[in-house]
């Protein structure tokens, strides 16, 4: 590891720049620090999941998501640099795949609640669509890797099954939409 963090504040963003990965400076309301801030807030999301009440499983796959989440923000901190593969989109397919093929056939809209667990994944799924946004928004005048846009779109849909699926384990029903209310 290159630097240990022995002083926290530098004072070197009191103007509205911060640094990025590769030395340069940018304003802090850039695009690209948008999308690495709304990373960020996603991980800090699935941080809030992981402190309450999930399954073993549940815990395992969200840790190798918040490590992947990190990753991003550092492929995005240095332009041009990539990270996340298309391997990691692939194997959230296949964890999304398991978590779904358990669940009863959607019918209807659901709202976000239900469990804690549920209701924070649903949270978390808002704000992963917020952040693919973000990237998508980067995309239109940076280079971005194709593997990180496809890996938020999937992780919003897992987050999505996920929540479900956190309702079924706690014999929560799904909060449904009435369109005739």
Known sequence: MGHRLSKIYTRTGDDGETGLGDGSRVAKDTSRIEAIGTIDELNSL????LSGDVPGKVHTELTEVQHQLFDLGGELSIPGHSILTETAVEQLEQQLDAWNADLPMLKEFIL???CPA???CHLARSVCRRAERRLISLAGNASVNPAALQY???LSDYLFVLARHLNLDAQVPDVLWRHDR
């Open 112 to 114: 976000p609640g239900g």
């Open 118 to 120: 549920a209701a924070h």
């Open 46 to 49: 699935i941080g809030v999941l």
């Open 152 to 154: 938020l779109n999937r």
